[in-house]
């Protein structure tokens, strides 16, 4: 048996759920992927999945083992695309999690130039507004708007989102357009919730004009924790809205946002990609990185340099 295909083949069917989809992503046959896991069991001399007829399910010791294999086939692909003859052309698998409404807009309509250039790199990437546990979810890097908290983080500052605030045409007509800031506290007016995952709480949206700083926290008939259901929510009217510019730009030109509050500023929302300390900066990764950075810089690019 092959440790490194035996591993590799149980990390597969556990993330495929199915034998036949893990032989499939392998090129291998159905029969040599059973083998190699029925391989790793006797040699660990523990049961790592549970197979009925219809689904696979992995096993507590299977789980745990599950998280270690993939440290290792990490490690062992770094140390492979370290090499000079493989960094010139970055290959391998990567895992990445970004903001939804990011994904959406800027980075996936991007990719095919992506993988044009780096054809050999895999990525798996995970679509959420959530706070994700690099190490423990075995995440390569991490896309994130706002300062970050954890300061154990390594993190390249790529972007500055500008935010601005703007309500449906359909919102405004029946409450009304608010002349200043403060009026959004009052009880006739309504903002859309975001959920921040770090806390679980809506924050106040600090703002400015002429020596003039206030906060509105506003009230809301809804709160979302997705980039994208946050937008939606906003067009159907349901509330006032803090978005950044490139989420707002194309509904703005087309009527369907109105901007309000002229003369007032909210402060540049950082953009970070972020990733493990102890995670070696594969070519891959270094890459990727690189991509992200050279994209926000055509959408959002740095006006502070104040990299953690």
């Given at each position: 048996?092959d ?19 893990a032989?499939?992503?392998?090129h291998?046959?159905?029969t040599s992927?059973?083998q ?15 197979r ?7 096993t ?9 294999v ?13 090499l000079?003859?493989a960094?010139a052309?970055?290959r391998g ?19 095919p130039?992506?993988?044009?250039h780096?054809?050999?790199i895999q990525?798996?990437m995970?679509?959420s ?11 390569d890097?991490?896309v ?6 954890d300061q154990s ?8 989102l ?6 449906a ?6 409450a009304?357009?608010?002349a200043?800031p403060q009026e ?20 106040p ?7 003039e ?13 997705d ?7 906003g067009?159907?009217g349901?509330?006032?809205l ?15 946002l ?13 953009l ?26 055509q959408?959002a ?5 104040r990299?953690?």
């Amino acid at each position: 048996m092959d440790r490194f295909d035996a591993m590799q083949a149980f990390a597969r069917v556990v993330e495929a759920g199915s034998f036949t989809k893990a032989a499939e992503t392998l090129h291998m046959s159905k029969t040599s992927v059973t083998q190699l896991v029925q391989q790793l069991e006797a040699r660990l001399r523990v049961k790592l999945l549970n197979r009925t007829t219809r689904k696979v399910n992995v096993t507590a010791d299977g789980a745990a083992y599950y998280e270690r294999v993939l440290r290792l086939l990490a490690d062992m692909d770094d140390a492979e695309t370290s090499l000079s003859s493989a960094s010139a052309s970055p290959r391998g698998r990567l895992r990445v999690d970004v903001p939804s409404p990011l994904a959406r807009m800027i980075l996936v309509p991007a990719l095919p130039a992506f993988h044009a250039h780096h054809p050999d790199i895999q990525l798996d990437m995970g679509v959420s507004d959530r706070m994700v546990d690099l190490i423990d979810e075995n995440v390569d890097c991490v896309v994130r708007g706002g300062e970050l908290t954890d300061q154990s983080l390594m993190a390249r500052r790529v972007g500055d989102l500008q935010l601005g605030v703007y309500a449906a045409p359909s919102y405004l007509e029946r409450a009304g357009t608010p002349a200043h800031p403060q009026e959004l506290e009052d009880t006739h007016h309504r903002i859309v919730g975001f959920l921040w995952s770090r806390n679980g709480k809506t924050l106040p949206y600090a703002m400015h004009r002429d020596g003039e700083s206030i906060e509105v926290q506003g009230r809301y008939v809804l709160s979302v924790d997705d980039g994208n259901a946050y937008l939606a929510a906003g067009l159907a009217g349901l509330g006032v809205l803090w978005l950044p510019d490139y989420m707002s730009k194309a509904h703005l030109a087309r009527g369907e946002l109105v901007s309000l509050f002229e003369g007032w500023r909210l402060d540049p929302m950082p953009l970070y990609v972020a990733f493990p300390p102890n995670r070696h900066v594969s070519a891959k990764l270094r890459v990727f990185i690189d991509w992200v950075a050279e994209l926000m810089a055509q959408h959002a690019p740095v006006t502070v340099r104040r990299d953690p």
